[in-house]
């Protein structure tokens, strides 16, 4: 027997079933009932009963892409906060191949960076590489954080949340996994995508945020647009 | 440890500054949304919780009978104490109070004693012997940036408010009368306004971003006639001496909106 | 040297207790959760007269390598009492009292959190009692729970903490603080609630097994009372139902 309805809200221990359902992400078993290990909204998918966190931390995963800031330049290598309980290292060698350069050149404390995570080992040590398609150093722009759980909602479905706003403010907008984004225009859309992003983040878990987000932008920047399809999110989210 | 503030972060901040405006959208001499109130807390002769921004203090005035200093033995007794929690912040660690607590803690009292703002001579009961020892203990709960202006005026709305038991002396001997309680004998009342230099700017109010990245910091202490009574300069860079005057212009027109979320009479 | 004059002193009339209530009634309870800004959890609680903040940071990096677990999170604790929470001006900073109330709040949460998700890591729990009225320890750990779940830690089930004892010959639910001060006996308990388990007891005074018994439930009907509020402060912040 189920006991709670789809995108209720339910708190850590709350009982969501009784009997053959299977526990997905956000759940545990204990024995023969289904409860919820967050705070977070119910997704109920057949017999596998989801609890979408409200609220949590990144936790690396290798293949991610994230927004890190360089805190330490050691001997041959850069560490790294990624918003994390796990921070990474940034191997020199990784930048430069074999070649000895000077370190502080390359990337300085406080330098925000765009990057892949290339290993996470079984203690979490985190390992972080520049290879691929628009990874390196941000020059410009401002950083805006958001809970890494919002990150999927503030993408949309097939990125079509991300590109509406990238299309109505001209900015360029770059999304880290760990709630991080960076975002580059001029100065005053720059602030308008940075307030876009923080409603976005505060209403994540409401419905026809689609909507209302092609509203405020108008309203912001005082033009219209075509009407899409209002997005479902948890798809995406629960996969 | 101080946290690393974001290179871009600095250079898009800086850049607003110098065209006069800023990441929040408040103008250069405007101060975050001020919620102030009083008599919070039952347990305590005084009290006061204030927010400006997301940075929020609770402030409690506790009285006792104690010894006189040596050498003032005729005038009550005030200390100011400031717990910068690790709550308040991912980077304040437990343990006894840091240089960045004391400060607090010292800025704050002098704005209060420089500027004779407790009638001290009334808190002595028998002289050289007995006075009134007055505690005001700051509890930092959020640290969102600009703790001085905020402890500042707690601790003023927390003295206002605090009432402390009648004491008489009888043959040398103190009679205290928690039934008739009275508010404590204040001259005049106090208050901060802090600037931070950043960029070619001052702004007032520094937000957390804008400490971070912030040259220099000046916090003057205005008195309701409208003296200085307290100064103190922050922050690893100078300050000419016309951006000090400028600072003192802009502290004492903005101190009398603080003194305005200050309880009445 | 020094008379005092109070109007403090109460005198309990025969078996009522002081502040009217029935043997099995809390005093009024009110908790609220994400209230501060920089916490990545928070909750504050008012139940009587006291006042309870708690604040949560983590998992984050555990920089003291010599208190890491390589193969789960290290729940800290620290419980700390405001100069001005209580009648006599407290001296700032730990005494044995709040360390030791420091060090059961981790072992009464701990239980419940899934610790072994984030090794390596730290999740600090931070209670500040504003004002005290008897029974902060109870509050700290209540508050702390909605914290942790403000959080978004994952855990079993939020921990729920409520004291019983003995006042006046009577066996009572949720002590004021005059009956903790003059009563025979307190009986401070946490519990999870979907199981009962309990992970905090502690006891001083004298009660028979029997007495106790009775205590032991009562605390634990007292806490499946506190654990609605829990829920609600929490779906409120969500604005839920």
């Known amino acids: 027997m189920i006991l709670v309805e789809d995108k209720d809200i339910v708190v850590p221990g709350e009982v969501l079933a009784e009997g053959e359902y299977y526990a997905g992400r956000g759940t545990f078993k204990d024995e023969t009932k289904v409860c919820s290990a967050l705070v977070g909204l119910v997704a109920i998918r057949d017999n596998k009963i989801s609890v979408l966190p409200l609220q949590s931390k990144y936790i690396p995963k290798r293949g991610d892409v994230v927004i890190g800031k360089i805190t330490e330049v050691r001997f041959s290598m850069w560490n790294v906060d990624i918003n994390s309980p796990y921070s990474g290292i940034l191997p020199a060698s990784d930048v430069f191949g074999r070649e000895k ?20 080992d079984e203690v979490k ?8 398609r628009g990874l390196g150093k941000f020059r410009g722009g401002l950083l805006v954080e ?11 479905k097939k990125g079509s949340m991300i590109n509406m706003i990238k299309d109505h403010t001209k900015c360029e907008v770059v999304v880290g996994q760990n709630g991080l984004v960076w975002v580059k225009g001029k100065p005053e859309m720059e602030r308008v995508v940075e307030n876009v992003i923080k409603t976005i983040e505060a209403e994540a878990h409401t419905s026809g945020l689609t909507d209302r987000v092609r509203d405020m932008l108008n309203q912001l920047l005082g033009n219209e647009e075509d009407k899409e399809e209002e997005e479902q999110y948890e798809e995406e989210l629960i996969q | 440890m101080q946290p690393i503030v974001p290179e871009i972060t600095r250079e898009s901040v800086t850049n607003l500054i110098n065209e006069g405006k800023r990441a929040d959208g408040r103008k250069l001499d405007q101060y975050r949304e001020i919620s102030l109130e009083t008599g919070v807390i039952k347990k305590a002769e005084g009290s006061a919780r204030v927010k400006i921004g997301n940075t929020q203090i609770m402030i409690g005035v506790k009285s006792q009978i104690g010894d006189p200093f040596p050498d003032t033995p005729n005038v009550g007794v005030f200390m100011t104490n400031s717990e910068l929690l690790p709550m308040a912040a991912p980077n304040f660690e437990p343990g006894p109070p840091d240089e960045r607590s004391v400060e607090l803690s010292r800025v704050t009292d002098r704005g209060i004693r420089e500027g004779k703002i407790i009638d001290l001579k009334k808190l002595a009961l028998i002289p050289g012997k007995k006075v009134w020892m007055i505690f005001i203990d700051m509890h930092i709960l959020d640290y969102d940036g600009n703790l001085l202006d905020a402890a500042a005026l707690g601790a003023m709305a927390a003295l206002m408010d605090a009432k402390i038991p009648t004491a008489t002396v009888k043959d040398d001997e103190v009679v205290v009368d928690h039934e008739n309680m009275q508010p404590l ?22 937000s957390l971003e804008e400490e971070g990245i912030m040259r220099a910091r000046i916090s003057i202490g205005v008195r309701s006639d409208g003296a200085i009574c307290s100064m103190q300069k922050g922050g690893e860079r100078p300050f000419e001496k016309e951006e000090i005057l400028k600072a003192i212009d802009m502290a004492q027109e903005k101190t009398k909106e603080l003194f305005e979320y200050l309880p009445k009479a | 040297m020094i008379t005092i004059i109070t109007n403090r002193d109460l005198e309990a009339k025969n078996s009522e207790r002081p502040d009217g209530r029935a043997y099995n009634e809390l005093r009024p309870l009110k908790i609220e959760a994400g209230v501060l800004e920089r916490a990545d959890g928070s909750a504050y609680l008012e139940f009587g007269d006291n006042k309870v903040l708690a604040a949560v940071y983590g998992p984050r990096e555990f ?5 890491l677990k390589p193969n789960m999170a290290v729940l800290r604790c620290r419980y700390n009492m405001a100069p001005f929470s209580v009648e ?6 730990p005494d044995r009292r ?25 999740i600090d729990v931070f209670i500040e009692v504003l004002q005290a009225e008897g029974g902060t320890r109870c509050a700290g750990i ?20 409520c004291a019983a004892g003995k006042a006046n010959g009577q066996v009572i639910m949720d002590l004021s603080e005059w009956e903790d001060k003059e009563g025979e006996a307190d009986v401070p308990v946490a519990i999870m609630p979907r199981t009962g388990e309990i992970t905090l007891l502690q006891m001083d005074g004298q009660l028979t097994k029997d007495e106790f018994e009775q205590a032991l439930d009562l605390a634990k009907e007292g806490c499946m009372k506190i654990s609605e509020e829990q829920k609600k402060a929490i779906k409120n912040r969500y604005g839920g139902d």
């Open chain 3, 142 to 161: 209540t508050a702390a729970s909605v914290a942790l779940a403000d959080a978004g830690i994952p855990m079993r089930d939020m921990v729920v903490a």
């Open chain 2, 185 to 206: 004998p204040l001259n005049e009342k106090t208050v901060m306004c802090t600037l931070a230099k950043i960029g070619n700017n001052l702004v007032l109010d520094p």
């Open chain 1, 101 to 120: 350069r000077d370190m502080n050149k390359a990337f300085d404390v406080g330098d925000i960076l765009f990057m892949r995570v290339v290993d996470v």
């Open chain 3, 98 to 122: 709040s360390l030791e109330i420091s060090k059961l709040t981790s072992e009464a949460l701990s239980p419940a959190v899934f610790l072994e998700k984030f090794p390596r890591s730290s």
């Open chain 3, 88 to 93: 006599d001006r407290k001296r700032p900073g």
């Open chain 1, 146 to 156: 958001i809970t890494p759980t919002k990150v999927p909602r503030l993408i949309g």
């Open chain 3, 63 to 67: 920089h003291i390598r010599r208190f």
């Open chain 1, 125 to 132: 040590k985190v390992k972080l590489g520049l290879k691929g």
